[in-house]
């Protein structure tokens, strides 16, 4: 792979993902499919209304997520992930690869560096 450092793209690319609470939403969306945002709020622990609903408003405007409104009473709002936003599938599962074996690093340094 050819990569210019002058032509990266990975702060695009994290400014979109970036974020405490988008990882979850994208890993709940893509593990358990399409959700209600009342089941999203439960399954995100600690995140208020109005952060859940910034979150996937972010996510829906660069298309990653997709938003149905269906009209009753009560309102019912369901969220999924676009084709397009599957594609982060393999990224997100890096990530959580990558910051798994780090704790494990930092862990075992530390363990290393008691003994010393």
């Not at 990266?8 to 979109?16: E, H, K, P, S, T």
């Not at 990653?64 to 393999?90: A, H």
Request: with cysteine; aromatic share 6%; charged share 30%.
């Amino acid at each position: 792979m050819d990569l210019q450092p002058e032509l990266c793209r990975v702060d695009d690319a994290l400014g979109i993902l970036v974020g405490k609470w988008k990882p979850i939403i994208l890993l709940t969306l893509l593990q358990e499919g399409t959700q209600r945002f009342s089941d999203l709020k439960r399954k995100v622990p600690g995140i208020t209304q109005k952060m859940l609903t910034n979150q996937l408003r972010e996510l829906e405007k660069e298309d990653i997520i997709s938003r149905k409104v269906y009209p009753q009473v009560p309102p019912k709002v369901e969220y999924s992930i676009t084709e397009y936003g599957k594609s982060l599938e393999p990224i997100l599962n890096a990530m959580h690869e990558w910051g798994t074996a780090h704790i494990l690093h930092k862990q075992k340094k530390q363990q290393t560096n008691k003994m010393l």
